[in-house]
């Protein structure tokens, strides 16, 4: 990012009343906390990074970032709220693009030192930007996922049960971002918790777009095409 980018980011990364997403179309991870919540703010040079008891943040400063302001799209006026997306162009925001599930290694880049010794699997939800990962020490879960290795995540019928039933870490990185979720994944017929939480949806990932259709991103072939790496949503003082 510019240091303009980088200040505007990190200035709602320290304001409470906003709240930030990172993914593609139809996998996402989300972040928001209480205003009386406790946090641990970590600064450095060219990153900075929130981290709560239910999941965290981190952002890094990268030249090539751009912001798009536009409003979320909503058919309740109450909801269309005020919106930012850090942007990157589609060549410098390329990951590993797995399109299987796949063992990554220990988290050396986890937010909190504790989680530096669990294992990073990557789902392989198949787009460029985004890797989508589940982190865990459990032994058990860990067998299951690597029975699964190799093969499409939707293609295995008992893996996102056993997922449910472990709740482990989910951990969404891009090139300029990373949210980490510590809270439980919820039934299919529950409802996401409150504060920090993932949507990862087989029929909407089926389009394989960056982002829906009516989130503003810049123009095709502009200094930044639309690859949307990490959204802020919620009000800020202008």
Partial sequence: MSNDVFAATAAHIRNPRCDFSLGIFGAIAEFMRDPAETVDLLEELDTIALVTSRGGLRIHNHPQA???????????????????????????????????????????????????????????IGLGSVEACIRTKDPDLMAILRAGEGRPVFDDPGLMPALVAHGPHRVFISALARIEVFSPIPPPDGRSPDGPHTHVLPRLLAHQRTHAANVQSPRAGSRASPSTLLQVGSGWDS
């Fill in 66 to 124: 751009v912001l798009v302001d536009y409003q979320m799209p909503s058919r309740h006026a109450e909801r269309r709220i005020p919106a930012r997306a850090v942007c990157l162009p589609t060549i410098s925001a390329g990951r590993a693009g797995r399109n299987v599930l796949t063992e990554v290694g220990t988290d050396a880049d986890a937010l909190r030192e504790d989680d530096r010794d669990a294992v990073l699997f990557d789902l392989g």
